[in-house]
Structures are given as C-alpha cells and as structure tokens.
C-alpha cells in the first residue's frame, strides 16, 4: 500500500511540474519558416573583403497594394520588411552613399515618400517591427531616390551584389544604395 501510495504523490508531482512549465509560457522554439512572412537572408562580400548580411522576413502582397493595404505607408517609419526589425550588418568600417558606418549590426528601417526615401541605420536592432523604434537611437540616416519598378515584385526582396549595391523591391517601389 506504501509503494502505491508513493507512486501516486510521486506521479503527481511530476504531472503538476510539467503543467506549471506548460502554463509558464515556456513554449518549443517557433519554427520561423512557417510564418506568412518567413525569414530571409541577403549576403555578399564585396570588394573591399567587408561581409555585408540583411537579415529579414519576406512579406508578399497577396493581392494588396504597396502604401495603400500593406506598408510602406507614405512618411511613415517602417521596419523595411515583416516581423522583427530587418537586421543590417556589416564586418569592417564602411560608407553607405559616401557617409561613414562603423562596422556592427543596425536596424534597418526606412521611410517612404515616394519620389525618395530615407533608410535608417538604428542602434537597436533586436526588437518587433517599429513599435519601439526611437529616432534618438538612429546611427546614421541618408536620402535615395525610389526605384519605380516596371513589374510588381509579389515577394519584398533585398539583393546585395558583389559590387556593394543594395536594392530593396516590393509591389511596385524601389530603393537602393552602394556599400564601400
């Protein structure tokens, strides 16, 4: 009867600590490619042995418009992709259209204007999205001229070429930059 006793309590308790660590919100790691936006990744070394990455989530249009049903929204900062902040990093000390920025990782965000947008290299990039972007924190902000595309891109795409141009498309705009 003590034996039976004893598997019992001994049962329960472990039943109640796998409960409590279910409740605790302590959940597997999410598998990210199953998400509408999965992650993606740009990358290149460029000429001057400098590793340039993008680290970002895809969003597609799904039949909705660029700055009307899906961001970017006119004058308004956003994380230049889906998800958490796009991460922008770079190994070496380089100049982005001419202005310098230390090597290191940034967020990355922009705002549209439409004939042009600002991209914005932040301090914080681990964070969700904008929501907690603070332009107090911005490292680095630089003008360049939208991109018009003649066929919609359905998937936001960032290219990084060997050459240090970065371009970013979606839906029907565009923007890019040179890394050296």
């Given amino acids: 009867m ?25 959940k597997p790691p999410e598998d990210k490619s199953k998400r509408p936006s999965p992650p993606a990744m740009a990358s290149a070394t460029i000429k001057s042995g400098t590793k340039v990455s993008i680290d970002y989530s895809q969003p597609s249009l799904k039949g909705r418009t660029v700055g009307v049903s899906v961001e970017p929204k006119k004058d308004t900062v956003w994380r230049a992709g ?7 990093e770079v190994s070496k000390d380089v ?18 204007h439409g004939d042009t947008w600002t991209i914005i290299f932040n301090k914080t990039w681990d964070q969700w999205g904008a ?11 630089v ?11 359905q998937k936001m795409t960032y290219t990084v070429g060997k050459d240090g141009k970065v371009m970013l498309v979606w839906g029907n705009v565009g923007l890019g930059f040179t890394v050296m």
Avoid: C
Wanted: positive net charge; glycine residues 6%; charged residues 15%.
């Fill in 2 to 26: 003590k034996k039976i006793l004893s598997l019992a309590v001994v049962t329960s308790m472990l039943f109640m600590g796998i409960n409590a660590h279910a409740q605790s919100g302590n």
């Fill in 82 to 88: 889906a998800n958490e902040a796009t991460v922008f």
């Fill in 95 to 112: 100049t982005i259209n001419g202005q310098k920025l230390a090597a290191g990782k940034y967020g990355f965000f922009t705002i549209w």
């Fill in 131 to 141: 929501f907690n972007y603070k332009q107090a924190d911005d490292v680095l902000r």
């Fill in 143 to 153: 003008d360049v001229p939208n991109v018009p595309q003649s066929s919609p891109a």
